[in-house]
């Protein structure tokens, strides 16, 4: 990958707040001008939660690992995969899209989360996203169940960390 994976800092927070706008009206995208917002980044700095990927300055890619009770409290992740954290606000340039950089963001987690004593990764995906879930099934993702959250669809995917 000719990209770096960085932890997010203070100095990137416009720029990521500007490429989660970048992703509203997009097919598929819950998102709007109330989420997510400059709260959701200083929440995930806070917790050293947030990372970019960069193309030499440019912040091309962002993800965090989040923690949302209603997520969390969803019956369909595996107690026995416990603790688990959910991937959360990956973002992609949409000048860079389709390239893998979110199969990237999510390796990346998946290391970080590991690294943190997680024992697996959870995320939602929109279930009539084709080109997301392609995208993770190269992965060996579970789909654990479905969900109706953010006026969306979605599918509620599981993988242990190894």
């Not at 203070?10 to 709007?32: A, M």
């Not at 990764?121 to 996203?129: D, E, G, M, R, S």
Request: hydrophobic share 40%; charged share 25%.
């Amino acid at each position: 990958m000719k990209y770096i994976i960085l932890d997010a800092t203070e100095n990137d927070k416009e720029e990521i707040l500007s490429l989660y706008k970048k992703q509203i009206g997009r097919e598929f995208c819950p998102w709007n001008e109330h989420y997510p917002t400059m709260e959701e980044i200083d929440f995930d700095l806070s917790r050293a939660s947030l990372f970019v990927m960069k193309d030499g300055g440019k912040i091309i890619a962002a993800a965090s690992i989040d923690q949302d009770e209603q997520v969390e409290q969803l019956e369909c992740w595996s107690s026995a995969l416990a603790p688990g954290a959910e991937m959360s606000r990956l973002a992609v340039d949409p000048e860079y899209q389709n390239q893998g950089l979110a199969r990237e963001m999510l390796l990346h987690g998946m290391a970080v989360m590991k690294k943190r004593g997680y024992k697996s990764i959870h995320f939602l995906v929109n279930k009539h996203n084709v080109k997301a879930l392609n995208s993770y099934n190269h992965l060996n993702f579970d789909i654990v169940g479905e969900c109706f959250m953010y006026e969306q669809p979605f599918l509620c995917y599981e993988k242990e960390i190894e």
